[in-house]
Structure formats: C-alpha cells, structure tokens
Nanobody, 121 residues
C-alpha cells in the first residue's frame, strides 16, 4: 500500500485532529495529493487537495476555514488539520494521489486505506 492514513479517532465536538498520510511512493511536483471522506451511507466526497510542487491548496465549500491541508516534502507526508470538529465530520478519511486536480474520486488511481474519525456531540 503506497499511502497510509493515520491520526483518526474519537473526539468530542469542538475538538481537533491532525490526520497524516504517509507516502511510500515517489511524489513528483506535478502530483496532487487529496483528502476525501466517506460517511456511512453516503458517497465519497472531496475535502481538500494540495498541488505538491506549487503548494497550492483547494478546499470543499463545507470546510469553512476549519480544515488545513499541508505537506512535508522531506517526510513525503500529507496532513489534514481539522479544527472545531462537528458530528457531521464523522467519516472515514482517505488520502489519494493523482496526476491532476479534481474533486472526483474517479480521477485518482492511488488510495490509502483510510482512517476513521468519529465526533461525538
């Protein structure tokens, strides 16, 4: 498995988490590293993306400034910091690597296994 997400857990509403996605494969500046999430009974949805070379970030509208995506090139690791967690954020969070930016999961060929985030009210 090239991508391994971690950092999820059970937190109370209002809390924070930092998710990590360790990448054992090579990441080129042209790659786009992306976070998706999937709640029970719902489709996988785009959360945030980062152009690895340009460090340009993209966010879903629902993020509302609570999420920050970042990357550490030396560690070849992608991060997602989530603040002011809400019960609606409960989902499995996945990281993915693609050759171009897209909010569609179908455009990403490389996926990690996901990490569960559960937010209690």
């Amino acid at each position: 498995v090239q991508l391994q997400a971690s950092g999820g857990g059970l937190v109370q509403a209002g809390g924070s988490l930092r998710l990590s996605c360790a990448n054992s494969g090579r990441t080129f500046s042209s790659h786009v590293m992306t976070w998706f999430r999937q709640a029970p009974g719902k489709e996988r949805e785009f959360v945030a993306a980062l152009r690895w070379g340009a460090a340009r970030a993209y966010y879903a509208d629902f993020v509302k400034g609570r999420f920050t995506i970042s990357g550490d090139k030396a560690k070849n690791t992608l991060y997602l910091e989530i603040n002011v967690l809400e019960p609606e954020d409960t989902a499995v969070y996945y990281c993915a690597k693609g050759n171009s930016y897209s909010t569609s999961p179908a455009m990403y060929a490389i996926w990690g296994r996901g990490t569960q985030v559960t937010v209690s009210s």
